[in-house]
């Protein structure tokens, strides 16, 4: 099962990410965006699925009313097997979050 988890148990579905690839396609990143996130606390965000975890500390909040109203984070990926492995991952998410394109 593919997750995405800023508190470990706690599955979050980001409202939105970003794809940005070097012209070369040696380096990209994906940045995602959680508005009203269920997590409460977190260390970064951890992206699990069958292959095993990536994860990033490169996270952005915002708060409201002691509560996060919303979370930004960005995964860079270093190399096109980096890049690959996430397109797999995302496949995975997306498909078991219904997030899947028809």
Do not use: H
Not at 30 to 48: C, I, N, R, S, W
């Amino acid at each position: 099962m593919a997750s995405i988890e800023f508190t470990p148990g706690t599955t979050e579905v980001p409202s939105n990410v970003r794809l940005k690839r070097s012209k070369t396609g040696n380096r990209g990143a994906a940045v995602f965006e959680f508005e009203e996130p269920v997590a409460q606390e977190f260390l970064g965000m951890t992206m699990t699925d069958e292959e095993g975890e990536m994860m990033t500390r490169e996270v952005r909040v915002k708060f409201a009313d002691g509560k996060f109203k919303y979370i930004e984070a960005i995964y860079e990926m270093k190399s096109p097997e980096e890049w690959d492995r996430f397109m797999r991952f995302m496949e995975r998410f997306s498909v078991e979050n219904n997030l899947a394109k028809k």
